[in-house]
């Protein structure tokens, strides 16, 4: 579905550069989750992979163009926009060219969120807020969501709500799904494989090599459940 | 008040301000770029120089004058991305230049005075024919562009993703700021036009309603603040720009102390459902 092949990039197109002959392929149905060190490079994949920045050298390709993107700002951040639910849904739908009314319905019943859709994003709370951005990004049923660290401004409890939505969008609609995460359990236990990046590089692998090389470097056993 | 024909003259131009003005003025307040517009009423002054010294319609010479400063805001956002304040002071120092140079000259075939203050008695039928096909043109554009504006000003990310040409929108948005100053310098004038951008849309947004709603309220807002202001001006002999403004200003007040009285009242009176 996705494929990013030899990719190098520099912000200065000079080095040093933040990727190196990076790889990486996304198959339809994989939940993926890009982990690695402060600084590696994640959100920077993601925005090469949605085309707002342009690789140095390298190719992305992408089988689809129907793809969402929940952005690290989630809608909770917009509290001060004077918008309603159902404004915010409405819009993208029409900006997208959907002309069924009823898909913002059915993108809110999928997320548990019709309670809400008179009332203003100021008045959701940060996972309400998250859920209503996944909500967005499910008009017109794309192939692929990709996620910039969902759980951010999140609590606990919301958080696990979230990743077990996005676990069942993946595994009863198959929508694929791509996300950088900070959340290591969280990435463990839904991902069905795992990007590691670090030093302008990364590695695919299982979640549960990733907690055997976690197990490894750091001599400490992951509390989740793979 | 309605018998002369200036007056009736200013209340029709009145009422396309009303109009435009909150629509623009919206997505510059969520965009926080609201100090973009008093940068462009400026610009508007060295358009209208420009117009007189070459004997053409002067609300015309501002627009297209605004129109080529707002393009250059957009250009020069790319050459200092995190420094909107830095590119205003070069645009409002190539604007005011420009004025001052020109009317200092003594060249110009018109007094460009009235366009400091605004004035109800100027408004010819050239400018109501001007200001009726701008306003006319923006109002459609904005129509058919709103969804793009939205996302723009909400999530410009987001906007991206579902295939918004969010450079070319922002430019088709800088034409559409010129023309909203452009009809407003003559009776509101230059000085105090960015409150008719921004202050009534500053009111309704302390209403806490949906976008819809809000721009709807800031236009009611901002009609109410030009019959009033204009009224006061005409009765009070003074310059419409500098009534107008206070008038937005008193709107603003007395939204915010009627929104913290009901606060007041919802606290102290008993829920009755416990």
């Keep these: ?226 | 008040m309605f018998n002369y024909e200036f007056m009736q003259n200013a209340f029709f131009v009145a009422i396309c301000i009303s109009l435009l003005c909150p629509c623009i003025g919206i997505f510059m307040v969520l965009r926080r770029s609201s100090m973009i517009g008093d940068t462009m009423s400026h610009a508007s002054l060295a358009g209208i120089t420009l117009g007189l010294l070459l004997n053409t319609n002067p609300i015309m010479g501002a627009f297209i004058f605004t129109a080529i400063c707002g393009a250059l805001i957009e250009f020069l956002r790319k050459y200092f991305s995190h420094h909107l304040d830095l590119i205003l002071t070069i645009i409002l120092s190539l604007s005011i230049g420009t004025a001052i140079t020109l009317i200092s000259s003594g060249k110009l075939k018109a007094n460009a005075n009235i366009f400091f203050f605004g004035s109800i008695l100027t408004v010819n039928t050239a400018d109501m024919i001007s200001i009726f096909l701008l306003t006319v043109l923006s109002i459609i554009t904005l129509y058919v562009l709103y969804n793009q504006l939205l996302y723009i000003a909400y999530d410009e990310e987001a906007a991206r993703v579902a295939g918004v040409k969010v450079d070319i929108i922002n430019y088709v948005f800088a034409i559409l700021m010129a023309a909203a100053v452009s009809i407003s310098i003559k009776i509101v004038g230059v000085l105090v036009l960015s409150a008719m951008i921004a202050l009534p849309v500053a009111s309704a947004l302390q209403l806490e309603r949906g976008f819809k709603q809000t721009l709807l309220y800031s236009m009611g807002f901002s009609l109410l603040s030009m019959v009033i202001g204009l009224t006061g001006s005409y009765y009070l002999n003074v310059a419409p720009g500098g009534f107008v403004s206070l008038t937005s200003v008193g709107i603003l007040l007395v939204v915010l102390v009627a929104k913290q009285m009901q606060h007041k009242l919802r606290q102290h009176t008993p829920n009755l459902h416990h």
């Design chain 1, 1 to 226: 579905m996705l494929k990013v092949k030899d990719l190098y990039f520099s912000y200065h197109q000079q080095p040093p550069y933040v990727f190196e002959g990076l790889n990486l392929t996304i198959h339809r149905g994989d939940y993926i989750s890009i982990v690695g060190e402060n600084g590696c490079g994640k959100s920077t994949l993601l925005r090469l992979i949605l085309g707002f920045l342009t690789p140095t050298q390298g190719s992305i390709t992408m089988e689809t163009k129907n793809i969402r993107y929940v952005s690290q700002k989630n809608d909770f951040s917009h509290s001060g926009f004077p918008i309603t639910v159902r404004e915010i849904l409405n819009s993208y739908r029409k900006l997208l060219h959907i002309k069924d009314p009823n898909e913002v319905n059915r993108v809110l019943e999928l997320t548990h969120m019709t309670f809400a859709a008179d009332k203003l994003i100021g008045q959701l709370s940060g996972g309400q807020a998250q859920r209503i951005s996944i909500a967005r990004s499910l008009i017109g049923e794309p192939d692929l969501i990709i996620l910039d660290e969902p759980s951010t401004g999140v609590d606990a409890k919301s958080q696990e709500s979230m990743y077990a939505l996005l676990k069942q969008l993946n595994t009863d609609i198959g929508i694929t799904i791509l996300s950088v995460e900070h959340n290591l359990d969280a990435a463990l236990t839904n991902s069905t494989k795992i990007f590691h990046l670090s030093h302008g590089n990364g590695h695919l692998c299982t979640p549960e090599q990733y907690a055997h090389e976690i197990l490894h470097h750091t001599g400490k056993e992951c509390s989740c459940h793979v």
